[in-house]
């Protein structure tokens, strides 16, 4: 297995501690309560952790997506992100950007929501002065909590896969 796919780019675990959910539609109210918007935005902010063959500090990174839920146990997202880290060898920064598609599986229904999530998309890293664009593939684990109507905290720990 070569180094530059051991390096999963962004690494063994991008822990994404979310920023914010933001819903930008608006709930229909009816008698039953608050129904999910079916349309969404967000951004967040992530931890960065990469491996030992990256030769890289841990970093940080933002991350910004629309989503739609498509049905009661499914939603996708389309979303772009950037991140920047400290190289332990040579010198500079390593930064890399993105984006991709995700589809979440709550496991629930309003209040407190676990999801999983798969995806995938494209990534341009920038390393040790070299362009390198490839494809990527990520999975994680994460949950939605509500703090007042239309408003989510959201927080999820990816593993991203780089193929290049």
Same mark, same amino acid.
């Given at each position: 297995?070569?180094?530059?796919?051991?390096?999963?780019?962004?690494?063994?675990?991008?822990?994404?501690?979310?920023?914010?959910?933001?819903?930008?539609?608006?709930?229909?109210?009816?008698?039953?309560?608050?129904?999910?918007?079916?349309?969404?935005?967000?951004?967040?902010?992530?931890?960065?952790?990469?491996?030992?063959?990256?030769?890289?500090?841990?970093?940080?990174?933002?991350?910004?997506?629309?989503?739609?839920?498509? #049905?009661? $146990? *499914?939603? @996708?997202? +389309?979303?772009?992100?950037?991140?920047?880290?400290? /190289?332990?060898? %040579?010198?500079?920064?390593?930064?890399?950007?993105?984006?991709?598609?995700?589809?979440?599986?709550?496991?629930?229904?309003?209040?407190?929501?676990?999801?999983?999530?798969?995806?995938?998309?494209?990534?341009?890293?920038?390393?040790?002065?070299?362009?390198?664009?490839?494809?990527?593939? #990520?999975? $994680? *684990?994460? @949950?939605? +909590?509500?703090?007042?109507?239309?408003?989510?905290? /959201?927080?999820? %720990?990816?593993?991203?896969?780089?193929?290049?």
């Amino acid at each position: 297995m070569s180094s530059r796919l051991r390096r999963l780019a962004l690494s063994a675990a991008a822990l994404c501690a979310a920023a914010g959910f933001i819903n930008s539609a608006t709930a229909a109210d009816e008698s039953a309560g608050y129904e999910e918007p079916k349309a969404y935005v967000g951004g967040s902010a992530f931890w960065n952790k990469p491996d030992s063959n990256r030769n890289m500090d841990d970093g940080w990174g933002s991350r910004v997506f629309l989503g739609t839920r498509l #049905n009661s $146990g *499914l939603m @996708f997202e +389309v979303n772009g992100f950037g991140l920047q880290g400290e /190289r332990d060898v %040579g010198s500079g920064k390593d930064s890399a950007w993105g984006i991709g598609g995700d589809f979440l599986f709550p496991f629930t229904q309003g209040g407190f929501q676990p999801f999983v999530l798969a995806g995938g998309g494209y990534i341009d890293e920038k390393v040790n002065g070299s362009t390198d664009g490839s494809g990527y593939a #990520n999975a $994680g *684990l994460g @949950f939605f +909590v509500p703090l007042t109507e239309g408003l989510k905290l /959201r927080t999820e %720990g990816r593993y991203v896969a780089v193929f290049n």
